[in-house]
């Protein structure tokens, strides 16, 4: 083969320089190989196989420093640089092995049976990298986001900034940083988490979510004129958005089955430990709660602010007194030795 490669140069005599050359190579080869065979006792067939199986290894091995070369320059990220060289070498590893067996074993010889062990090979040693290709695919097929999208994944949130084959790139959200503002950091998850956690999308087909505020008054307040101020607020700073939603629902519904029967802004009552507590739910635009929040309280605290009879409530300690504090007919009685003794009027309390 090697003398078919080289350009022939007849000489004079008959015999090329290139020939000349291909047979004394050749005769030292058959020279070392019978002297190998008889020092070790190895036959020329397993001599061959033995070059060959070192050749097989030599290459894999190369072609593996080449491709983590490629990789080192186009991957930053720590992570999947790991995942790629330790896939890599365990793709290495079986695919040797393979070549290596074929060359020694004639049972395996059929292409189609090297192919399906090749394939089982790299799917177990990249099971990471074949579940993150799954999950690009899964993205393509079913869209459960899309970029600019907010979405949650375990516990991590953010706004989707990249998807790659592997990995979507998220703009974090939340964390140390209340009221889903964003942390400036850049989050990369593998695409294989789409297939073992629940995502939830904030603005996919829908873009409002429910928002509560509790606000909290003492059980001494008039309660009653705290929430009518409460709807009033609600009304007027966050009434627009429910045309909205109602408009963003009939857009949804043809896909989901999203139904609320009222969008409406509401203040419900219930009473807490320290006070009565007033909860103001709405709805408003995923990106903006915190803006409405802030644009509530701000009209809360001013209105509140002009009532005498309306106070907020905090933790406190307090002591009651039932004789001088309770009503006339609820009140505890008197102990045995003050049997006689009328508890004090409303006019005696301080």
């Known amino acids: 083969m090697l003398a078919s490669l080289l350009p022939v140069q007849v000489d004079p005599g008959g015999v090329s320089p290139q020939d000349a050359v291909v047979d004394s190579v050749r005769w030292s080869l058959t020279a070392l190989m019978e002297w190998i ?17 070192v050749v097989a290894v030599i290459s894999v091995y190369l072609l593996r420093r080449i491709l983590m070369r490629v990789v080192d ?5 720590p992570k999947l640089l790991y995942q ?35 394939s089982a090979g790299i799917a177990i040693a990249l099971k990471d990298l074949v579940a993150s290709l799954a999950g690009w695919v899964f993205i393509l097929w079913r869209r459960p986001f899309q ?7 375990g516990d991590r949130a953010g706004d989707v900034v990249d998807i790659r084959i592997f990995q979507f790139t998220l703009l974090e959200i939340g964390n140390w940083v209340a009221a889903d503002q964003s942390t400036g950091r850049i989050i990369h998850i593998p ?11 904030y603005t996919a087909q829908f873009q409002f979510i429910w928002n509560e505020m509790p606000v909290l008054v003492t059980f001494e307040s008039n309660w009653q004129k705290a929430k009518e101020i409460l709807q009033r607020v609600l009304e007027e700073k966050v ?31 219930s009473v807490e430990d320290s006070g009565v507590l007033l909860t103001l739910r709405f709805i408003c635009h995923a990106r903006e709660r915190r803006g ?59």
Do not use: C
């Open 147 to 153: 970029l600019g999208d907010r979405v949650q994944i």
């Open 84 to 118: 790629w060289s330790k896939g890599s070498s365990q793709v290495s590893f079986i695919v040797a092995f393979l070549l290596v067996a074929m060359i020694w074993l004639e049972a395996i010889q059929s292409l189609g049976t090297f192919l399906g062990l090749l």
């Open 191 to 201: 695409n294989a988490r789409l297939l073992t956690e629940t995502l939830a999308n």
């Open 37 to 53: 065979q008889g020092f070790t006792g190895l036959t020329l067939e397993s001599q061959g196989k033995i070059f060959t199986s």
């Open 73 to 77: 320059r186009r991957v930053e990220d």
């Open 239 to 269: 009434g627009g958005a429910v045309v909205d939603a109602e408009k963003a629902i009939k857009t949804a519904s043809r896909k989901f089955m999203i139904h609320f029967q009222k969008l409406t802004p509401k203040v419900y009552t």
């Open 292 to 350: 409405r929040s802030e644009e509530i309280w701000e009209a809360v605290l001013d209105a509140f602010a002009l009532e005498e009879d309306i106070d907020f409530a905090y933790p406190t300690t307090r002591i009651y007194h039932n004789l001088l504090e309770g009503k006339g007919g609820a009140r505890a009685p008197l102990p045995p030795g003050l049997a006689g003794v009328e508890p004090p009027g409303e006019g005696d309390r301080a």
